[in-house]
């Protein structure tokens, strides 16, 4: 009897051992199952319901240079949406969108073209407001510039020729309040010195995000379709000595959706969709990049996502294509099969990526842009902008049976402050997009 007892014991560890493994075993097929497996061929799914759901979850709130100890609550709310064509669009200046002529070529692009939708600066990453703003801060701190000196009537027009019009707002990059109110802006610190930026204003500061809520509610009551945020990140520091002077334990990432959430409550009234646009590499990153934009957060905080998948601003070896600015069809599928496959059921944002109809270090014509769109097509994108920093786009690109390589351009331009305004922020703009590669090349995918 005595000499049973050792195999029982063997024999119930071992039963023990076959129920655990199991039982693990179970759990790891159940993980399995909910990491969604990388595939060639993916479906993007765009029929939406278009209804905002915003959840119970509560979003810190802050206010100045303080956090306050208290929420904002959200309550479960369920908003109708105006639902939004799939959108094929191009971005215009506002200095551009003040000058009839220009306004008229566009207008005829979008008669014979597929272009269906004008993404116009409300204000511009220089702080500037395209038109006679009331809203006060604007007016406090000289940032109108009327460059449309009759938006009514340029709304209005636009409206008539049934083209859906967005309105882009550069949030937190902002020169204009940074140095007129320096208590808004960002502060930032090296190994020697702190010091108040004269770009960015505190992400931080509830003053700011009122600021572009009061903007993006003026172009909604004057007649815009949509509202589009713009530059809703952190400067992009990486790892270099330079890094943001404020002591919070709420993250970039939480700080940035509770924004956008704030914003779109504010804005429900309306019916408007509300779109945000984010870098590129977001739709592949696992981190939020430093700057506080990661995909699936903050796809659950809008209607619609835009990221700038433009191919000149991916390094060298990034999805394994050895220059992706010269491989226009591979880097966009690449980017946005990422987002397809990251963003489930779960997140309801649609997706309206922005192409690159510019140059950089690779010319761009009618077939890079024609393959951007192709790759779009081929996972189930309906929608795309095109981007270009001048606002000239290649009509080519948009007609069935060809056409003239870019929109003819008159020979005679009035020669006033306007046009040398133009010039200006865009340089500014072609500076910004280059700096961004350098970013890209940090990211962690």
Not at 176 to 193: F, G, H
Not at 253 to 259: A, C, D, G, M, Q
Not at 323 to 332: C, D, G, R
């Amino acid at each position: 009897m005595k000499k049973r007892y050792p195999l029982l014991i063997v024999l119930i560890i071992v039963g023990f051992l076959i129920v655990l493994l199991g039982h693990v075993s179970a759990t790891y097929n159940q993980v399995q199952g909910r990491i969604p497996q990388r595939e060639m061929s993916v479906e993007y799914n765009c029929d939406y319901n278009y209804q905002v759901e915003l959840n119970t979850e509560f979003f810190t709130q802050v206010d100045d240079l303080e956090m306050k100890n208290g929420y904002l609550g959200y309550n479960k709310l369920v908003m109708p949406v105006i639902d939004p064509p799939r959108v094929k669009g191009i971005f215009i200046t506002g200095w551009l969108a003040g000058l009839e002529g220009k306004m008229n070529e566009y207008i005829e692009l979008a008669r014979e073209t597929e272009i269906n939708a004008f993404v116009i600066d409300i204000k511009d990453d220089t702080g500037t407001v395209t038109y006679n703003s009331s809203v006060p801060s604007a007016i406090e701190v000289k940032a109108n510039r009327k460059k449309v000196k009759d938006i009514k009537a340029l709304i209005k027009k636009i409206k008539k020729e049934d083209i859906y019009l967005i309105g882009r707002i550069v949030t937190f990059k902002d020169p204009i309040m940074a140095q007129a109110q320096p208590d808004r802006a960002l502060k930032l610190k090296n190994a020697t010195k702190n010091w108040q930026d004269d770009e960015w204003v505190n992400p931080y500061i509830k003053k700011n995000w009122d600021y572009a809520v009061d903007l993006a509610r003026e172009a909604l009551e004057l007649g815009f379709d949509e509202i589009q945020f713009d530059y809703v990140r952190f400067p992009a520091l990486g790892n270099g000595p330079t890094q943001i002077d404020y002591e919070t334990e709420v993250t970039k990432e939480r700080v940035i959706n509770s924004f956008l959430s704030y914003a779109k409550r504010e804005l429900a009234p309306y019916g408007a969709p509300i779109s945000a646009d984010i870098f590129g590499a977001v739709t592949s990153a696992s981190d939020d990049l430093g700057i506080g934009q990661k995909l699936e957060s903050i796809s659950d905080a809008v209607d619609i996502l835009s990221p700038m998948i433009y191919p000149s601003h991916y390094a060298h070896g990034v999805f394994k294509l050895p220059i992706p600015e010269e491989a226009p069809y591979e880097t966009i599928y690449h980017s946005m099969s990422d987002a397809i496959m990251r963003l489930t059921k779960d997140h309801s944002a649609r997706l309206r990526p922005w192409l690159q109809d510019f140059s950089l270090n690779y010319t761009y014509g009618a077939k890079e842009v024609k393959e951007q769109i192709q790759a779009l097509n081929d996972l189930g994108i309906e929608e795309w902008l095109l981007w270009n920093p001048r606002s000239r786009y290649t009509e080519a690109a948009l007609l069935p049976d060809g056409g003239e390589d870019v929109i003819a351009e008159k020979t005679e331009e009035a020669q006033d402050p306007q046009t040398e305004q133009v010039e200006g922020a865009n340089n500014i703009e072609i500076e910004d997009a280059v700096s961004m590669i350098t970013d890209i090349k940090s990211a962690k995918f």
